[in-house]
């Protein structure tokens, strides 16, 4: 379950001003730099911590409703913290059909969590997301930035194994591919 028993992990990290001011630095601490302030500090937390927006709104002299405007208008911002790998299922419609949802209750199921949700030890987000771009490979799902296409329900506790004890889902996919190859 995660933290809080409502899917809202409360943000523990926080920010070192000193990490956030070598952000701004960085941009000029010009306003106009904002997303791509905000992308650094998302890539280096896993999520916005308002310190970091306060403290961005303060050396910039940026309006921090405006902040907060950028950081829910995008979906890669997240002001949730985000687990070291995000899973996101694809419910697109050609996954939609292959059984996505099964796929996705499947992960829930495995990770005791729904989607939106982050374990408490921030290893892991749960996501459903609209479309990955690879219908032909349905139904479709992502650890971080590996891709794993023809995942059913009945894979997805062999795949979480893998991660877990590997750190990817596909390694011995592809080592055993290597393997059955050089068999031939």
């Given at each position: 379950?995660?933290?809080?028993?409502?899917?809202?992990?409360?943000?523990?990290?926080?920010?070192?001003?000193?990490?956030?001011?070598?952000?701004?630095?960085?941009?000029?601490?010009?306003?106009?730099?904002?997303?791509?302030?905000?992308?650094?500090?998302?890539?280096?937390?896993?999520?916005?911590?308002?310190?970091?927006?306060?403290?961005?709104?303060?050396?910039?002299?940026?309006?921090?409703?405006?902040?907060?405007?950028?950081?829910?208008?995008?979906?890669?911002?997240s002001l949730k913290p985000r687990g070291e790998t995000v899973i996101q299922v694809c419910t697109g419609t050609a996954c939609h059909v292959q059984g996505a949802a099964r796929v996705l209750d499947a992960f829930g199921r495995e990770l005791k969590l729904k989607p939106g949700e982050t374990t408490p030890d921030l290893k892991y987000s749960l996501e459903g997301v609209r479309c990955l771009g690879c219908c032909g490979l349905a139904p479709v799902v992502t650890f971080g930035p590996e891709l794993v296409g023809g995942v059913d329900s009945s894979k997805v506790g062999r795949l979480m194994r893998r991660h877990r004890k590997t750190g990817s889902a596909i390694a011995q996919q592809a080592k055993s591919a290597a393997t059955e190859g050089a068999d031939a």
């Open positions: 379950m995660s933290a809080g028993g409502n899917g809202a992990v409360k943000s523990v990290i926080v920010p070192d001003t000193l990490e956030v001011d070598a952000i701004v630095d960085r941009w000029g601490a010009n306003p106009e730099f904002a997303v791509e302030m905000l992308q650094d500090v998302q890539k280096h937390y896993r999520h916005l911590p308002k310190a970091a927006l306060e403290r961005i709104a303060e050396r910039t002299h940026a309006d921090l409703a405006r902040l907060y405007h950028i950081a829910t208008f995008f979906k890669a911002f």
